[in-house]
């Protein structure tokens, strides 16, 4: 679906930002390493971060993004989409197996599924950043897709509280997600944690809450019913970016 939009870009467009921070160019290279980087978890080539940004999603990307923007932003597209297609191929051919192997991502004991659910969450985001620079309106993920993303989103919640600082051992969240590919999760809220009953409990949209997963929309602008302890929603929300792009 990205490669679809990034296809429509006219030559004119290319230096146009992007909520991203970087112009659609950029945010193509940027891409480029994040493909070898994630390729490189699953074996699939040699990328090593540059010394210091091994837990740094964006900084390990900088010289590429550096090195990019002296090629023509077509070549830079093709470089990325020769790169994505090589992880997908490599996924086919693996099968089920891989997905369940644990890997190291940022820093972060995960497994390949959730990195390439991941994956889809920086994919989907940055298809729109590029439509928005474009004019054009964002677009939802099918049902599919939001089944996945939501699922990661809600049960890393306890990574992401742990990693944020707020970590709430003994206290439990209820998530309940509404719309095709929406759910309910009731998850703890501290790293090793069993759930217990919520402490609080959010209700919202799956795309909005998808959406404020990818920090493309704030935590306080979701449109949410609480019950329960507003504080400790206010601070789930806010760890739900765990894997933004």
């Keep these: 679906e990205l490669a679809e939009v990034l296809g429509t870009v006219p030559d004119r467009a290319w230096a146009r930002d992007t909520a991203a921070g970087w112009t659609i160019h950029e945010l193509v290279a940027h891409l480029v390493g994040v493909e070898a980087y994630v390729a490189s978890r699953l074996d699939l080539g040699d990328f090593t971060p540059p010394p210091g940004t091994e837990h740094d999603h964006v900084g390990m990307t900088v010289p590429?993004?550096?090195?990019e923007r002296a090629r023509h932003p077509v070549e830079t597209r093709r470089?990325?989409?020769?790169?994505?297609?090589?992880?997908?191929?490599?996924?086919?051919?693996?099968?089920?197996?891989?997905?369940?192997r644990r890997i190291d991502l940022y820093g972060i004991p995960t497994s390949a599924r959730t990195a390439i659910v991941a994956r889809m969450f920086e994919l989907w985001t940055h298809a729109d950043d590029v439509r928005r620079a474009l004019g054009q309106p964002p677009v939802d993920p099918d049902a599919e897709r939001l089944a996945a993303m939501s699922d990661v989103a809600a049960r890393s919640?306890?990574?992401?509280?742990?990693?944020?600082?707020?970590?709430?051992?003994?206290?439990?969240?209820?998530?309940?997600?509404?719309?095709?590919?929406?759910g309910t999760w009731t998850v703890p809220l501290a790293l090793g944690d069993e759930a217990g009953a919520p402490d609080v409990t959010v209700v919202a949209d799956v795309v909005d809450f998808c959406r404020v997963a990818?920090?493309?929309?704030?935590?306080?602008?979701?449109?949410?019913?609480?019950?329960?302890?507003?504080?400790?929603?206010?601070?789930?929300?806010?760890?739900?970016?765990?894997?933004?792009?």
């Design 64 to 67: 590429i993004i550096d090195a």
């Design 79 to 100: 470089a990325w989409e020769r790169a994505a297609w090589a992880v997908v191929g490599l996924l086919e051919a693996s099968g089920p197996g891989l997905l369940e």
């Design 157 to 182: 919640l306890p990574t992401g509280m742990t990693l944020a600082g707020t970590a709430r051992p003994g206290r439990s969240a209820k998530v309940v997600l509404l719309g095709p590919g929406g």
């Design 214 to 245: 990818s920090t493309r929309l704030a935590p306080e602008a979701l449109e949410a019913d609480v019950e329960g302890d507003a504080g400790l929603a206010a601070e789930v929300l806010r760890a739900v970016a765990i894997f933004a792009a």
